[in-house]
């Protein structure tokens, strides 16, 4: 049994070992780690507490899939529920679809009851308002938002702005895999812009038979080449955890990547629980890891693999 939890996922890791330990699923475990990261409002990358897009709503995008079946469901652009992930496995469980957006992922989630809540706190409001302030000259500001809003979405292109996103990736007693991924996504994002967080074998993706992986970071990236799939794919082609993870750093570090600053983060699972993560920026981030034998989930660093 295991679990671990890219930054972010401390509040949430307890939650996963409980469920794994009291004989639970690895799918029941992540969708729980990852509930709890949705209702912490200090973090301001995923659920409530995040940070808007360029009008000031909050859009929500996540996946949840299922390595035992190949099953998956995704949200994307949610407004106005708290937890995106359970909403993403019900997709997963009670449609023939994989995912849903915007206006028809939030009849759903009504349909299925699913809690509503208001997701732009006062504190990510405040950072909307005073990064209007730092970078709209007032005339536009007063008019806000203009007709065209592609040129502010190009300014939040540089990494001033947090990007994160959560990812939780567990192992159950009987060997099955199972991923969570959940986000506010890009902060101050063009309306309707979804990252690789609901794009299942882009920022997530699991096969029992192979692996799992997942991914934060600039999702326009891990889109472009397919990541999480890849790795679980170069690790069907037999290579380890470690070369399949460092083959998909190589991928995106071949894209021309002048236009968007900022990198990538993996983490993954080989089938047998062995976890391995990755960077592509120059500071690696931790990420928080239990597994059987252990009293309490421990923190960790990210191998960093040089992009350049
Ligand atoms: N990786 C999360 C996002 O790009 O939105």
């Given at each position: 049994?295991i679990v671990?939890?890219?930054?972010?996922?401390?509040?949430?890791?307890?939650?996963a070992?409980?469920?794994?330990r009291?004989g639970?699923?690895?799918?029941?475990?992540?969708?729980a780690?990852?509930r709890?990261?949705?209702a912490d409002?200090s973090?301001?990358?995923?659920g409530?507490g995040?940070?808007p897009?360029?009008l000031?709503?909050?859009?929500?995008?996540a996946?949840?899939?299922?390595g035992?079946?190949?099953?998956?469901?995704?949200v994307?652009?949610?407004?106005?529920?708290?937890h995106p992930i359970t909403?993403?496995r019900?997709?997963?469980?009670?449609?023939?679809?994989?995912l849903l957006?915007?206006?028809?992922?939030?009849?759903?989630?009504r349909?299925?009851g699913?809690?509503?809540a208001?997701?732009?706190?006062?504190?990510?409001?405040q950072?909307w308002?005073?990064?209007?302030?730092?970078?709209?000259?007032?005339e536009v500001?007063?008019?806000?938002p203009?007709?065209e809003l592609?040129?502010?979405?190009?300014?939040?292109?540089?990494p001033?702005?947090?990007?994160?996103?959560v990812?939780?990736?567990?192992?159950d007693r009987?060997?099955?895999?199972?991923?969570?991924?959940?986000t506010?996504?890009?902060?101050?994002?063009y309306?309707?812009?979804?990252g690789?967080?609901p794009?299942?074998?882009?920022?997530?993706?699991c096969?029992?038979?192979?692996?799992a992986?997942?991914?934060?970071?600039?999702?326009?990236?891990?889109?472009?080449?397919g990541?999480?799939?890849a790795?679980?794919?170069?690790?069907?082609?037999?290579y380890s955890?470690?070369?399949?993870c460092?083959?998909?750093?190589?991928?995106?570090?071949?894209?021309?990547r002048?236009?968007?600053?900022?990198?990538?983060?993996?983490l993954?699972?080989?089938?047998?629980?062995?976890?391995?993560?990755?960077?592509?920026?120059d500071?690696?981030?931790t990420?928080?890891l239990?597994e059987?034998?252990?009293q309490a989930?421990?923190?960790?660093?990210?191998?960093?693999?040089a992009?350049?």
């Amino acid at each position: 049994m295991i679990v671990l939890a890219s930054e972010g996922g401390e509040v949430g890791i307890g939650a996963a070992v409980e469920v794994l330990r009291s004989g639970g699923t690895a799918l029941d475990a992540v969708e729980a780690a990852t509930r709890l990261v949705e209702a912490d409002s200090s973090n301001h990358t995923v659920g409530v507490g995040g940070l808007p897009n360029l009008l000031g709503e909050v859009e929500l995008d996540a996946s949840i899939m299922d390595g035992r079946t190949l099953a998956t469901g995704a949200v994307g652009a949610l407004r106005g529920f708290r937890h995106p992930i359970t909403v993403a496995r019900r997709v997963m469980e009670e449609l023939p679809h994989v995912l849903l957006v915007g206006e028809g992922a939030a009849r759903f989630a009504r349909e299925i009851g699913a809690e509503e809540a208001e997701l732009l706190t006062p504190e990510a409001r405040q950072r909307w308002q005073e990064w209007l302030g730092e970078n709209v000259p007032e005339e536009v500001r007063r008019a806000w938002p203009p007709r065209e809003l592609a040129p502010w979405a190009r300014l939040t292109a540089q990494p001033r702005l947090p990007r994160g996103t959560v990812n939780v990736l567990a192992q159950d007693r009987a060997g099955h895999l199972a991923v969570a991924v959940s986000t506010s996504g890009w902060a101050l994002k063009y309306p309707g812009r979804l990252g690789d967080s609901p794009i299942v074998g882009a920022g997530n993706y699991c096969d029992d038979r192979y692996g799992a992986a997942a991914c934060t970071g600039v999702g326009e990236w891990t889109i472009r080449c397919g990541t999480a799939r890849a790795i679980v794919l170069y690790m069907k082609l037999g290579y380890s955890i470690e070369a399949a993870c460092e083959e998909a750093a190589r991928e995106l570090a071949a894209l021309d990547r002048s236009s968007i600053q900022g990198g990538v983060n993996i983490l993954a699972l080989d089938r047998w629980g062995k976890p391995y993560a990755v960077t592509t920026r120059d500071r690696p981030p931790t990420y928080v890891l239990w597994e059987e034998g252990m009293q309490a989930p421990e923190e960790r660093q990210a191998q960093r693999i040089a992009m350049d």
